[in-house]
């Protein structure tokens, strides 16, 4: 059972990258998906989350930049990001799970994690 976290890097403000995560021993489909992120110094927080495709959340400060959405055929959820701020700058995490809606955004509900990629946007 593994999540594979890809897609980071280096952007100027404004910019855009899309992050996936794929999963190889078992079915996306079968879990929610969660993006949450990590940057220095600060608490992992929850980013986005997706179950079954109906329920989807975003925390706050993404709403209306970030995309989430999910492509089972190859068993993969992307995140979208869009006008990126220096803020966004952190390790982004996917981790699969059954947490209820409400605690979409706790970590300690996931199950598997994947190992994180890097997001740099310069100011």
């Known amino acids: 059972v593994q999540l594979q976290a890809s897609g980071g890097g280096l952007v100027q403000a404004g910019g855009s990258l899309r992050l996936s995560c794929a999963a190889s021993g078992f079915r996306l489909g079968d879990y929610a998906i969660g993006w949450f992120r990590q940057a220095p110094g600060r608490e992992r927080e929850g980013v986005s989350y997706?179950?079954?495709?109906?329920?989807?959340y975003y925390t706050d400060s993404v709403k209306g930049r970030f995309t989430i959405s999910r492509d089972n055929a190859k068993n993969t959820v992307y995140l979208q990001m869009n006008s990126l701020k220096p803020e966004d700058t952190a390790v982004y995490y996917c981790?699969?799970?059954?947490?209820?809606?409400?605690?979409?955004?706790?970590?300690?509900?996931?199950?598997?994690w994947g190992q994180g990629t890097l997001v740099t946007v310069s100011s």
């Open positions: 981790a699969a799970g059954r947490p209820v809606s409400s605690a979409w955004s706790i970590s300690s509900m996931y199950h598997y």
């Open positions: 997706i179950r079954s495709g109906h329920s989807i």
